[in-house]
């Protein structure tokens, strides 16, 4: 069955730093992948997405790349800010599922 | 600006009250979804919608019903509240894509607290 696997948290980084977020999947088919972002007492919004293998998404100085051969589709930032602090959460469309992880805490410190 | 409303950010009920959370979108998507959040739990799907009047069981379905008389409403009703329905429930609408489901929109959520 589909399942998405992403690392726990919560993650601590000071301002400026490199961020990853590990995040792997399982997949029957050919998924669309999300990562989204929730903010303390908000709901979740959409960071970014890729709909097929090798595609890039990216939005506010996120990427993440779509990588089939290693089924991954790793978080990363060159430089985070003390805005970033919220939980980032993975997730997976496929034939009529959907799939999260179960969220990453990011804390940014100034 | 696209958007997910839901009645109550903050609701308080009693054990054995009927609760009802409302849910409206206006993007005039099929697909509209319930979930419920829980520290370390992440978020469990209890009931989705893809065409008005249909509805399917999400993973934690017991305790709850929904309804979907109108294409833009949602509606999740807590027959009888118990305390381990304490929660955040969070609605989200979305349209097909290219994988199945395309992004989904959130509405804010609203904390339940069951006494």
């Known amino acids: 069955g589909n399942s998405v696997t992403q690392m726990e948290g919560p993650v601590t980084l000071s301002e400026e730093a490199f961020l990853t977020i590990n995040c792997t999947y399982t997949?029957?088919?050919?998924?669309?992948l999300f990562w989204y972002v929730q903010y303390p007492g908000e709901g979740l919004q959409l960071l970014l997405k890729?709909?097929?293998?090798?595609d890039k998404g990216s939005n506010k100085g996120f990427e993440a790349t779509y990588r089939k051969e290693t089924t991954s589709f790793h978080l990363e930032k060159g430089s985070v800010q003390v805005s970033d602090s919220a939980v980032y959460f993975c997730?997976?469309?496929?034939?009529?599922?959907?799939?999260f992880g179960k969220g990453t805490r990011l804390h940014i410190l100034p | 600006d696209v958007k997910v409303t839901q009645s109550s950010r903050y609701l308080v009920k009693r054990t054995g009250e009927k609760v009802f959370l409302e849910c409206v979108q206006d993007m005039d998507h099929e697909n509209m979804f319930w979930y419920r959040q829980d520290p370390g739990l992440g978020l469990r799907l209890i009931y989705f919608?893809?065409?008005?009047?249909?509805?399917e069981k999400g993973d934690i379905p017991e305790g709850y019903s929904v309804s979907r008389e109108k294409k833009e409403r949602f509606s999740l009703i807590l027959e009888s509240a118990s305390t381990n329905q304490t929660s955040m429930y969070l609605c989200?609408?979305?349209?097909?894509?290219?994988?199945?489901?395309?992004?989904?929109?959130f509405g804010p959520g609203t904390r339940l607290t069951v006494t």
């Open positions: 890729a709909t097929k293998a090798d």
């Open positions: 997949a029957t088919g050919y998924p669309s």
């Open positions: 997730a997976l469309s496929d034939q009529g599922e959907i799939i």
């Open positions: 919608s893809y065409d008005v009047k249909m509805k």
């Open positions: 989200a609408s979305s349209s097909l894509g290219a994988g199945g489901y395309d992004e989904q929109y």
